[in-house]
């Protein structure tokens, strides 16, 4: 049930779908880029740790800001669609507060893993439905509920599901495509190829967290999505 409520989701995104294959595929050429930059500063015979510093910097925003935008566009097409809204519209508050708590969020989790690696995991899971809470609550429009505290109340709520879905999508499927798509993604040799890879890769990512809200929208459905679904 929840991954036909996903895949529901994934083809409602229509339009959407061009610019988040986008944002996929320039995360992946940047990525690249920076990945040979890192290695290539760590082969040098005088490593300089200020490049090395700079390029581990752009590589933690590049993981931070396109999953941010891909996961702005998807929602808010579902908060439009849920509110009966303009299908296309992006309405600023919540585009602003996503990046807000989604760095809340990362600065939490990245806290704990300095302390203690298993409770900053924990962060990290607990926090998995900040965006959704941030888009599709109406209690978080209306200022009543911290995005943080009401993301780990339904990490608690669903911690099977929840696990479930990250086991298989972020530890699982990337050992396996590891193996079969890694000699592809090199965008010098294989330029094509590597943009089919990242399109796949990036689409899994896509799903997995499509899955999530549908998680939420299962335990959180709204008078308008329980008349429309």
């Known amino acids: 049930m929840l991954f036909k409520k996903a895949f529901q989701l994934l083809t409602n995104l ?9 944002f996929f595929w320039i995360s992946s050429v ?5 990945i040979k930059n890192i290695e290539r500063v760590i082969n040098s015979a005088d490593p300089n740790t200020f490049s090395l510093i700079g390029f581990g910097l752009l590589h933690l925003l590049n993981g931070l800001l396109f999953p941010t935008l891909i996961t702005l566009l998807a929602l808010s097409r579902i908060r439009n669609d849920e509110r009966l809204s303009p299908g296309y519209q992006i309405e ?9 708590e989604t760095l809340r969020s990362w600065g939490k989790s990245i806290w704990w893993f300095f302390v203690f690696i298993l409770p900053g995991l924990y962060k990290f899971l607990s926090y998995s439905y900040v965006p959704q809470v941030v888009f599709l609550n109406p209690d978080y429009d209306r200022g009543t509920v911290d995005a943080l505290e009401a993301s780990t109340i339904q990490f608690r ?10 086991l298989v999508f972020y530890f699982v499927f990337p050992i396996m495509l590891s193996s079969l798509l890694d000699s ?3 965008f010098n040799e294989t330029p094509v190829l590597a943009l089919l890879a990242s399109a796949f890769t990036g689409g899994l990512n896509l799903f997995a967290f499509l899955l999530l809200v549908a998680v939420y929208q299962q335990d959180n459905r709204t008078p308008s999505t329980a008349t429309t679904a």
């Not at 600023?92 to 807000?100: C, H, N, R, T, V």
Request: hydrophobic residues 55%; charged residues 20%.
């Open 157 to 166: 709520k669903r911690w099977f599901s929840t696990l479930f879905i990250f």
């Open 184 to 186: 592809y993604k090199d």
């Open 14 to 22: 229509k339009l959407f779908l061009i610019p988040v294959l986008i």
């Open 30 to 34: 940047f990525e690249h880029f920076l």
């Open 92 to 100: 600023p508050s919540p585009a602003e507060q996503l990046f807000i």
